[in-house]
């Protein structure tokens, strides 16, 4: 299928690319803002965090855009904006300028993974659901690869502002290259009216398919891209004590491993799908071994830290699983919403835990000379296990949600 991969799949991966390099770059560029900016862990954590809320605020009209007009335009118009989002980053001046730049972003790029997953399931045949959104996955952890040591290395060259102003021109330029690239779908819209799409989302938020495994869901990955998103990085300097250039090393081979754990996870998922094999079995699986990885985090001593942040890396892609099981407990007509219903969740969360964790080790506090303390990380990453064991029981223990109000 020669026409979907190099004009649907290619296309759409190079945004979501991009998507998660903008998601992931504060990490390493943590230093420079804190330098320029002179602001604390709340305020960094907030400022990375804003990404996340202004992704979360457009997932429900999203879900209805795309189940209505179609990924291509829909992403098309939102990647524009996230140009101009990173050119304003680039430009700012003040703390309040830099916000707004990033929530440009964030809502520039609140299609790449839902536009991406929209346009896969009008493309490809049910069956490599599964095995092509993990290979789309894969894409946004070659985003966080190229947000670590590459994004290093160009800051020898240039400074953060120069960086985000090549992302501002290259994120145009994938825009354009969806419009006149990716074909239309013929009868790709539903034909539905408004008011049918938005009961469609009310048969999302009603059901108790999506109710059992949203909050699990939710609760994993807000762990995962608040953490990977910005604090791997400031744990690996103030716990780990390594250098910049060792940081830069360690997070690029975490996001290797992210990659790999998407193709594998996505290629296990289709494969014991056949065998008879529920993919929701397969997700929460491997979302309880991502517990444990983040439980050692908080517990076993910093030498540990290479093998257990490749197993961050690698487990933290437990959630493209879920995400596929929560398609297919719908028609294939609202999948736009599906997956935006739970991306709003996602992201809401993400953004509590990331500004979460830098609170708690602002009231921590650290050295006179700068060190953040360990026991802030660990008191923030704990809170954020705690919730996902809460959300794990939930799912566990089906007499909590046993009177749907309208099951799927």
């Known amino acids: 299928m020669p026409l979907p991969i190099f004009r649907v799949f290619l296309p759409f991966a190079a945004g979501y690319f991009l998507s998660y390099l903008f998601r992931v770059v504060n990490a390493v560029i943590a230093p420079n803002l804190l330098n320029d900016l002179g602001v604390g862990p709340s305020a960094l954590g907030m400022l990375t965090a804003v990404y996340f809320i202004s992704f979360a605020s457009f997932q429900l009209p999203l879900g209805v855009l795309l189940d209505r007009f179609g990924p291509r335009r829909v992403e098309t118009a939102l990647l524009l904006i996230a140009g101009l989002g990173a050119l304003l980053f680039a430009r700012a001046e003040s703390l309040a300028e830099l916000i707004i ?44 690869l190229a947000a670590t ?16 102003t090549g992302l501002a021109v290259l994120t145009i330029a994938v825009a354009l290259v969806i419009l006149f690239v ?75 491993a992210m990659i790999a754990g998407f193709i ?41 830290l290479v093998p257990l942040w490749l197993a961050f890396g690698l487990l933290g892609t437990s959630g493209i699983s879920a995400y596929s099981a929560l398609i297919m407990a719908f028609t294939s007509d ?20 990331q500004w979460l964790i830098g609170a708690v080790i602002d009231a921590v506090g650290g050295s006179p000379s700068g060190v953040l303390a360990e026991r802030g990380f660990d008191y923030g990453f704990g809170l954020l296990l705690a919730l996902q064991v809460l959300a794990l029981g939930y799912y566990l223990f089906p007499w909590f949600h046993k009177a749907p109000v309208n099951p799927a």
């Open 101 to 144: 730049g990033r929530a440009a972003i964030g809502f520039g790029v609140s299609a790449c993974l839902m536009a991406a997953f929209k346009a896969y399931t009008l493309w490809f045949p049910r069956e490599k659901w599964p095995t092509i959104n993990g290979l789309q996955m894969a894409s946004g952890g070659l985003g966080a």
């Open 149 to 164: 040591a590459p994004v290093e290395t160009a800051l020898t060259f240039t400074d953060w502002r120069g960086v985000f």
């Open 182 to 256: 990716v074909p239309e779908k013929k009868g790709q819209s539903s034909g539905q009216t408004l008011a049918d799409q938005l009961r469609g989302t009310q048969r999302i938020f009603t059901s108790r398919s999506f109710w059992r495994l949203a909050p699990l869901t939710a609760a994993s990955q807000m762990a995962f891209m608040a953490i990977q998103g910005l604090w791997s990085g400031p744990w690996l300097s103030h716990v780990g004590g390594l250098e910049r250039a060792e940081v830069a090393r360690v997070l690029f081979w975490m996001a290797a």
């Open 264 to 304: 594998l996870l996505g290629t296990l998922t289709g494969r014991l799908q056949r065998r008879g094999i529920a993919v929701a079995t397969v997700a929460v699986t491997m979302i309880s071994l991502f517990m444990t990885i983040q439980a050692f985090l908080i517990l076993a001593p910093p030498h540990w």
């Open 334 to 353: 609202l999948s736009g919403r599906v997956t935006t219903a739970v991306n709003l969740l996602v992201f809401v969360a993400a953004f509590f835990g």
